[in-house]
């Protein structure tokens, strides 16, 4: 069994692979987090996603987009030894290391941490969910992992997975994709940037994820087309 944050697994899959179970999703929005002193102008943001960089830029055009590469612990120890305003991380890997918002510390300095619309920083496809990877033929093991499946977050996972694979993305590409049950039925976000600042949006429900994703796709390639 390979245990994967599913974000980071392609959307196109070794045939022998097989996502064999997913845990119940944690929170999938990002964090801006500033230093104990937020009441300056933000100027300067770093992030290292594509995605968030092009959220980022849509809601924020003033602002000068820095990358930011690491892990989360180096993440912070740059935030903190630089001038910057401001860095965006992942919620559901900032909570996994126990730094919650609205504040916490870290290396003896305050941070703030400010929850970012999921409407308007729309997820990476799989944020906030841990995957468990096996072999499609090794049956013995996929049974015992998929013991511990939620279902309902696999569903939203198979719908962003798929309309990932459909636009070819993953996530390097400035791509927001987000599904959610919605009065017991599903829902799916999806939010691509293009040349221009604003980015394509598409929407719909219903209660098959790879439909879902399909449809989701056709209407923003019928909008690429007019």
Do not use: Y
Request: contains cysteine; negative net charge.
């Amino acid at each position: 069994v390979a245990v994967h944050s599913a974000k980071d697994i392609p959307s196109e899959m070794d045939g022998a692979l097989i996502i064999a179970a997913v845990l119940p999703r944690a929170g999938v929005e990002d964090l801006l987090l500033r230093k104990d002193d937020a009441s300056t102008p933000m100027t300067t943001i770093a992030t290292g996603s594509v995605r968030r960089q092009r959220q980022t830029r849509a809601t924020n055009p003033e602002a000068r987009i820095l990358p930011l590469r690491g892990n989360v612990p180096t993440r912070l120890r740059k935030f903190i030894e630089s001038d910057w305003d401001a860095i965006i991380l992942a919620r559901a890997g900032l909570e996994r290391l126990g730094f919650s918002p609205p504040e916490f510390e870290f290396d003896g300095h305050r941070i703030v941490a400010q929850i970012l619309s999921a409407e308007t920083f729309l997820p990476a496809g799989g944020q906030g969910i841990i995957a468990l990877q096996t072999r499609e033929a090794d049956f013995p093991v996929r049974q015992v992992v998929s013991s511990i499946d939620d279902r309902d977050t696999h569903l939203c996972l198979r719908a962003e997975r798929e309309f990932l694979r459909l636009l070819q993305g993953d996530c390097d590409l400035p791509v927001g994709v987000h599904a959610r049950f919605v009065n017991g039925e599903l829902e799916l976000r999806t939010q691509v940037f293009g040349d221009g600042a604003a980015p394509k949006i598409a929407m719909g429900r219903g209660s098959d994820p790879e439909k879902l994703a399909l449809n989701a796709f056709e209407k923003l390639e019928g909008e690429h087309e007019h």
